[in-house]
T-cell receptor, first 108, second 117 residues
Framework: SQTIHQWPATLVQPVGSPLSLECTVEGTSNPNLYWYRQAAGRGLQLLFYSVGIGQISSEVPQNLSASRPQDRQFILSSKKLLLSDSGFYLC???????FGPGTRLTVL | AQKVTQAQTEISVVEKEDVTLDCVYETRDTTYYLFWYKQPPSGELVFLIRRNSFDEQNEISGRYSWNFQKSTSSFNFTITASQVVDSAVYFCALSDPYGGSQGNLIFGKGTKLSVKP
């Protein structure tokens, strides 16, 4: 079965600082990978998805970016964080969309 | 446009009561998937069930059961004999496997279930 790892688990960053969140997957090859964000008091929103190495699609305009340097690695980045980037970031895998444990990001 | 509505924002029950969480969806597609997830206080999203649009059979898994009715565009979730450990936020979601997002999930806003001892 698939296992999804995310790190860090929690992160507190100042406005304007860079960001790098990592997601890795075990137990499958060439999976579809997804980044979702859950803002406080709001539902989950798809940010990016990837169907293969180097293939990234964005669902919403924002100052975040994603990359997939390896088959089972998905990275979420920002050059300069905004207050509105605070939230709970979840990586998901495959058609069934199992989710990782998430990263809780607070931007101050 | 696709949409998922979970009209119940919060539900509170006493342990051993049965509880039904409602989910109504909108889609123009004939092929789609419906999901339920559980989000306990720790935050992780736990997959509960996936149902495709061609399978309207009800599903039962232990104390959990799901009622899928295409005629009313509903996919309701029932917990029988609820327990304190069932306390969580439950999300219903809809996906379009043939859409540009390769399975983008559209989530409802969630229903917070509190089960009191």
């Amino acid at each position: 079965s698939q296992t999804i790892h995310q790190w860090p688990a929690t992160l507190v960053q100042p406005v304007g600082s860079p960001l790098s969140l990592e997601c890795t997957v075990e137990g499958t090859s060439n999976p579809n990978l997804y980044w979702y964000r859950q803002a406080a008091g709001r539902g989950l929103q798809l940010l990016f998805y990837s169907v293969g190495i180097g293939q990234i699609s964005s669902e919403v305009p924002q100052n975040l970016s994603a990359s997939r340097p390896q088959d089972r690695q998905f990275i979420l980045s920002s050059k300069k964080l905004l207050l509105s980037d605070s939230g709970f970031y979840l990586c998901a895998c495959g058609d069934t969309q199992y989710f990782g444990p998430g990263t809780r990001l607070t931007v101050l | 446009a696709q949409k998922v509505t979970q009209a119940q924002t919060e539900i509170s029950v006493v342990e051993k009561e049965d509880v039904t969480l409602d989910c109504v969806y909108e889609t123009r597609d004939t092929t789609y998937y419906l999901f339920w997830y559980k989000q306990p206080p720790s935050g992780e999203l736990v997959f509960l069930i996936r149902r495709n649009s061609f399978d309207e059979q009800n599903e039962i898994s232990g104390r959990y059961s799901w009622n899928f009715q295409k005629s009313t565009s509903s996919f309701n979730f029932t917990i029988t004999a609820s327990q304190v450990v069932d306390s969580a936020v439950y999300f219903c979601a809809l996906s379009d496997p043939y859409g540009g997002s390769q399975g983008n999930l559209i989530f409802g806003k969630g229903t917070k279930l509190s089960v009191k001892p």
